[in-house]
């Protein structure tokens, strides 16, 4: 059995004050509680506060105490009112945070200080007006004895007895195959996952996050008319929002923004000769190169683009692509380059994908195993 005390006589803290002149400091600890479960002082000389020999500091400490709790009751009391009052709809301008909602923020701001003013208050009780005279607690072993070891054995085996686990078999095998089926529900559930497809699982989230609309011969049209584009309505340093032509079929389909998300490009036009790189051989069209529009980083549309570097900056953390150089990252934080994609033009002369993209677009998470 060892003794502990909550702290030693060399590491109390620096609080205490002079005991008036002829007073025995002890003598001015607010008493203990006596009850059951008191611990026992620890010998170790009382340091008393103000509050422990002035009556007047003391009575400032209470109306602190109560001052703060009286202002976490007005903070829930406006809480509500700005609950029902305020319209969820209204802004107002924060500095430092700029433009919020007025009612997210004054419910976060009176139930933040009103939950703070009750921790102050309580820390503030306890340092000025609750006993601070240093108590002993005795550590109990933590180890089981022989005789609870034996005593929870024996229990066990009389619950084993009185319930007829042993006793009756088929109850006992049934039991084991619910328990055992019990987590078969929980797998199936992962099949949400999936995007079910004619009664089937249909693609799973790796093909779905891997693949875009783009396939071999897909027109490309401009993102807003959905107009088919010439080469030469690019000019060279020019940029084009794109998007693949059937775009708006696929996405009536799925519900969703998900595949126009994953399949915006953009198209930039250089002098050939100022392509230093590509991500394939011959993957430009006299001059004209596709690139995905979505950043690698963590995805912001990107189109940024400075035509006499060639470089296009992502608005969101600032990575920036050179795309006369395979799009490879120049700065910033996004780990690969943006993904490119190979165009030629159809035999009606307008610019088509050559092939989907080699590579999966977008943020590369999902690429790290
Ligand atoms: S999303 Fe583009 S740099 Fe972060």
Redesign the pocket.
Known sequence: MSEISTRDSESLPDHGHDAPDGVNPDDLARPLYEGPGALPAADIPHRPRRSDFDPKAARRAERQVAALFVFAMLMFIVFCVGYIAIDPLTAVYVPMFGEVGAQNFVLGLTLGLGVFCIGAGAIQWAKKLMPDVEVVQERHELKSTPHEDAEAAEQYERGKEESGFGQYRIIRRTLIGAVALLPIPAIILLRDLWTPKDGGFGPSPTELLSTTAWVEGMPIVTDGTYAKIRPEDIPVGGLVSALPEDIMEIQEEEHNLNARGKAAIILVRMEPDEIRAQQGDGWDYQGILAYSKI??????P?ALYEHRTHHLL??????TFDLADAGNVVF???ARSMPQLPIGVNEEGFLVAKAPFAVPVG?SFWERG
């Open positions: 950043c690698t980083h963590v995805g912001c990107i992502c608005p969101c953390h600032q990575s910033g934080p996004a943020p």
